[in-house]
Every structure is written in structure tokens, then in C-alpha cells.
């Protein structure tokens, strides 16, 4: 069709895109039907940029797609065995930091993470896993059940209940190693 001139072209891995002003480079991937992965980023939820698993090349280097804008002419690079590199580690790394151990899970077979470990053709981990012991279950609240043997801190739950629901449900507790997920009771 006929782009008006408020069109943004651009490339991603030599095809060439279109894009409105103010889309993310994976929005304007996600409508021309070009795959990047993700973990962290949902249709509907803002941008937060957490599990890095979208990172491309742009312009020669690193952005996360999720929280990067597009640009007149910009050249994106995505399936690249470099890129792909990348993120089989970070993938990698998700599953040994935590106790992800698909054989013995019930989620197992309806999975993001794992299913994302197959698209990158991951069979096991490189590194050892860590087992963390202090990664507890959290069954404190009548309604809300958190395995934090499972939760990999990509925020879906807080920003969708800020964002959908108007509440604030959820909310990161402590830093680095530390960080955990936790339900603010009195937002029942």
C-alpha cells in the first residue's frame, strides 16, 4: 500500500520493516510476523527489559528490542549465531541460578522457559547447576500461591496487576541475589 510519511523504515536481519513513530523494535517485528525472543515482554504490558533475551544489534550494537525504539533506516540484526550465542546463555544461566529441573516439573511440557531452551536448541546447560536452598514456597496468602524455585523476575504479575488491574498486587522485595517476587497482603 501507499505509506504516509509518518512510516519508519528500517531492517531487521536484511528484510526491510515498516513501523509507526514511537513503536519498539520488537512491536514493528511482532506485526510483520518476525520472530525475536522474549521472556519478559507480553502484548498489553509495558516495556520492562528485564530478561534481556531480545537483545539485538542495532546500528552495530547492543539494544533490547522490548524497550527500543525504531528509527528511520536503522539496521537490526537478530538471528544471528552471535545474537543466538547470547541468548542461549542467558536461557542457560535462568535454569542453573534457579531449581529448574524439568524433569521432576509439573508445568513441564507447558512452559515459556523451556520452550524457549528447545527454539534455541538447548539440551542441557553448560553450567553447573546451583540448586539454590533458599529459594522457599511462599503459601503465606489465601489466594496467591509463589514457588520461587520457578519465578525468573520478569515482573509479568506487577505490571499486570498495575497495569490492568489498577492494583499493586505484586512487587519486588530486596536487591540483587536477594530480589524475590512478594504479595502485598492489604491489596486483597
Do not use: W
Amino acid at each position: 500500500g501507499i505509506m504516509s510519511e509518518n512510516t519508519i523504515t528500517f531492517t531487521i536481519d536484511d528484510v526491510d520493516v515498516q513501523a509507526k513513530p514511537g513503536q519498539t523494535i520488537l512491536e514493528a517485528a511482532d506485526a510483520v510476523g518476525i520472530y525475536i525472543p522474549r521472556l519478559c515482554a507480553l502484548e498489553g504490558l509495558s516495556p520492562f527489559g528485564s530478561c534481556r533475551l531480545c537483545t539485538v544489534k542495532v546500528n552495530g550494537r547492543f539494544q533490547s528490542a522490548c524497550t527500543q525504539p525504531v528509527g528511520q533506516d536503522i539496521i537490526v540484526e537478530s538471528e544471528t549465531e552471535e545474537i543466538n550465542n547470547i541468548r542461549r546463555g542467558i536461557v542457560e544461566m535462568l535454569f542453573v541460578e534457579g531449581n529448574h529441573y524439568c524433569m521432576f516439573c509439573e508445568k513441564s511440557g507447558n512452559c515459556e522457559l523451556q520452550a524457549m531452551a528447545y527454539r534455541l536448541g538447548i539440551a542441557a546447560p553448560r553450567y553447573p547447576y546451583l540448586f539454590p536452598n533458599d529459594r522457599n514456597i511462599d503459601g503465606s496468602h489465601p489466594d496467591i500461591f509463589i514457588d520461587h524455585n520457578r519465578c525468573i523476575l520478569c515482573a509479568r504479575c506487577v505490571r499486570a496487576s498495575r497495569e490492568l488491574d489498577g492494583k499493586n498486587v505484586f512487587q519486588f522485595v530486596g536487591r540483587g541475589p536477594e530480589k524475590r517476587i512478594a504479595v502485598n497482603a492489604e491489596a486483597n
